[in-house]
Nanobody, 126 residues
Framework: QVQLVESGGGLVQPGGSLRLSCTAS????????IGWFRQAQGKEREGVSCISNSGRIYYADSVKGRFTIARDNATPTVYLQMKSLKPVDPAVYYC????????????????????WGQGPQVTVSS
C-alpha cells in the first residue's frame, strides 16, 4: 500500500521560512517523481514544485528563487524548503507521487499523480 506522509506545516510570519517533508513508502519503480501542490481556499490546486528520482527539478514561476526542493532517495523523502513566504502562499500543501518518467507529461498535471498525502496547512500571517 502506497503511503505519503507529510509534516512541517504551520503558522509563519510574512518573510519567514518553513520546511515541509514528504516520505513515501509501499512502492517500487524505476521512474517516479514526487511533486508538491497547493490549494488555497476557493482556488484550484496548483503545482508548486516537482523532483524526479533522477534529480530533475521543476518550479512554478511564483515560487522560483524562494522555494527549494530536495530529495533523499534512500527513504525516499522529499523536502520543500520555503523562504520569504508571502501572503499569497497560504494553502494546504500536498505532496503527490507519480510512477512514470517525469518527462512523460507536464509535471504540474494533477491527474498524473496517483497517490497523494494528507496535506499540511501553511499559514502566513503577522
Amino acid at each position: 500500500q502506497v503511503q505519503l506522509v507529510e509534516s512541517g506545516g504551520g503558522l509563519v510570519q510574512p518573510g519567514g521560512s518553513l520546511r515541509l517533508s514528504c516520505t513515501a513508502s509501499g512502492f517500487t519503480a524505476d521512474y517516479y517523481a514526487i511533486g508538491w501542490f497547493r490549494q488555497a481556499q476557493g482556488k484550484e490546486r496548483e503545482g508548486v514544485s516537482c523532483i524526479s528520482n533522477s534529480g530533475r527539478i521543476y518550479y512554478a514561476d511564483s515560487v522560483k528563487g524562494r522555494f527549494t526542493i530536495a530529495r533523499d532517495n534512500a527513504t525516499p523523502t522529499v523536502y520543500l524548503q520555503m523562504k520569504s513566504l508571502k501572503p499569497v502562499d497560504p494553502a494546504v500543501y500536498y505532496c503527490a507521487l507519480k510512477v512514470e518518467p517525469l518527462s512523460a507529461s507536464p509535471w504540474y498535471l494533477t491527474p498524473r499523480y496517483a497517490y497523494w498525502g494528507q496535506g499540511p496547512q501553511v499559514t502566513v500571517s503577522s
